[in-house]
């Protein structure tokens, strides 16, 4: 059975930091490059970060440049998200998804459930 299991998220304030995790199962992690995707409150899904499968090249939203770090280890089946930074807008359910391609238009095979992220005083 395939899983994504999403964690780390939470309540922080504007200016603070989390880091989200998303443990894989069930496929060939390695294979895949990885996604995090978010949707903020009455909005659409908003990709945010990509990285290949060997971890090697990264990609980024323009509204999380220089504030987003996505990671990967392949070893722990474990691709990561490092937010500083955050802002209000950043509040959304985050996702991590797995595509086989590495390449925009991403089509994911596989979905987490999602984590909330809030930013908020």
């Known amino acids: 059975e395939v899983q994504l299991v999403e964690s780390g998220g939470g309540l922080v304030q504007p200016g603070g930091s989390l880091r989200l995790s998303c443990a894989a199962s069930?496929?060939?992690?390695?294979?895949?490059?990885m996604s995090w995707v978010r949707q903020a409150p009455g909005k659409g899904l908003e990709w945010v970060s990509a990285?290949?499968?060997?971890?090697?090249?990264?990609s980024y939203a323009d509204s999380v440049k220089g504030r987003f770090t996505i990671s990967r280890d392949n070893a722990k089946n474990t691709v990561y998200l490092q937010m500083n930074s955050l802002k209000p807008e950043d509040t959304a359910v985050y996702y991590c998804?797995?595509?086989?391609?590495?390449?925009?238009?991403?089509?994911?095979?596989?979905w987490g459930q999602g984590t909330q992220v809030t930013v908020s005083s």
């Open positions: 069930g496929f060939t992690f390695s294979s895949y490059a």
């Open positions: 990285i290949d499968s060997g971890g090697g090249s990264t």
């Open positions: 998804a797995a595509d086989p391609v590495g390449s925009p238009p991403y089509e994911f095979d596989y």
